[in-house]
């Protein structure tokens, strides 16, 4: 069985390892200060859900790749463009079944919708959603 743990830390590693990604960050986005944390485009790995089909485990996760931009520069378009662009490469792994170990399957599509960070308004990206199939070694009992 993979944990939770083993593919929430295959997906962090992954982030870590993208040359256009500054930053990861494990948590609600809209929590993210952007006084403090300058260091953009930045990963941020909502805590997933799950569930437990017989002999499987699913995992639902919500990622969201930000960067800043400057509303008045128009910028968003440009923004939005490249953070795509990572979610492309981050979905392209996932399908090649380069980023989690064998026996972990996409459960359904992966879809994404532009993102920003509402509180601050200064954020703006793409949030990827997709769930992955573990195998459960839990024996169900009838």
Not at 39 to 51: C, D, H, Q, T
Not at 110 to 129: C, E, F, H, P
Request: charged share 20%.
């Amino acid at each position: 069985m993979y944990s939770y743990k083993e593919n929430t830390q295959a997906i962090l590693d992954w982030s870590i390892g993208h040359g256009d990604v500054n930053e990861v960050y494990f948590g609600d986005p809209n929590n993210i200060d952007v006084s403090t944390t300058t260091n953009f485009p930045i990963v941020a790995l909502a805590p997933p859900s799950g569930s437990y089909p017989t002999n499987v485990v699913n995992f639902s996760y919500v990622i969201y790749i930000l960067d800043t931009f400057e509303e008045s520069k128009q910028e968003d378009l440009e923004v939005l463009s490249k953070m795509e662009g990572i979610a492309r490469d981050l979905v392209n792994s996932i399908n090649k079944g380069s980023l989690f170990k064998r026996g972990v399957r996409m459960e359904g599509t992966i879809s994404w919708d532009s993102a920003y960070n509402v509180r601050m308004n200064t954020l703006y990206g793409v949030q990827l959603t997709f769930s992955i199939q573990t195998p459960n070694d839990i024996d169900i009992c009838v």
